[in-house]
């Protein structure tokens, strides 16, 4: 199965920026679409973002627009978000999932129903 790893999360004010990366393995990314998504406590897990790895396409949730980027790497087998302009909302444990990309194919990209891979999260804290 696709094993996937988050890091780079940490605590920065707000206005800062932080890069997180998800790291796969077990099968070629590139196989694959990513999304990230993020769970603050006593809230709901919600999309952030998504690529689609076999060609690049992104999509964005509105409060992540203008502010976050999601790149990959196939011939690393990596997943990027770039975070700037972090805002204190933006608190939350954020999670890189995974499925097959033909498979997600047509289907709602930020409904975490839609992902079999999870990485374990990793802490974002934006203080104001």
């Known amino acids: 199965q696709l094993l996937l790893a988050e890091s780079g999360g940490g605590s920065v004010q707000a206005g800062g920026s932080l890069r997180l990366s998800c790291a796969a393995s077990?099968?070629?990314?590139?196989?694959?679409?990513i999304g990230w998504f993020r769970q603050a406590p006593g809230k709901e897990r919600e999309g952030v973002s998504f690529?689609?790895?076999?060609?690049?396409?992104?999509n964005y949730a509105d409060s992540a627009k203008g502010r976050f980027t999601v790149t990959r790497d196939n011939a690393k087998n990596m997943v990027y978000l770039q975070m700037n302009s972090l805002k204190p909302e933006d608190t939350a444990v954020y999670y890189c999932?995974?499925?097959?990309?033909?498979?997600?194919?047509?289907?709602?990209?930020?409904?975490?129903?839609?992902?079999?891979?999870w990485g374990h999260g990793t802490q974002v804290t934006v203080s104001p």
């Open positions: 999932a995974g499925d097959n990309a033909f498979l997600l194919t047509g289907k709602p990209w930020n409904d975490a129903s839609n992902y079999d891979y």
């Open positions: 690529i689609n790895c076999p060609d690049g396409a992104t």
């Open positions: 077990q099968f070629p990314l590139s196989d694959y679409g």
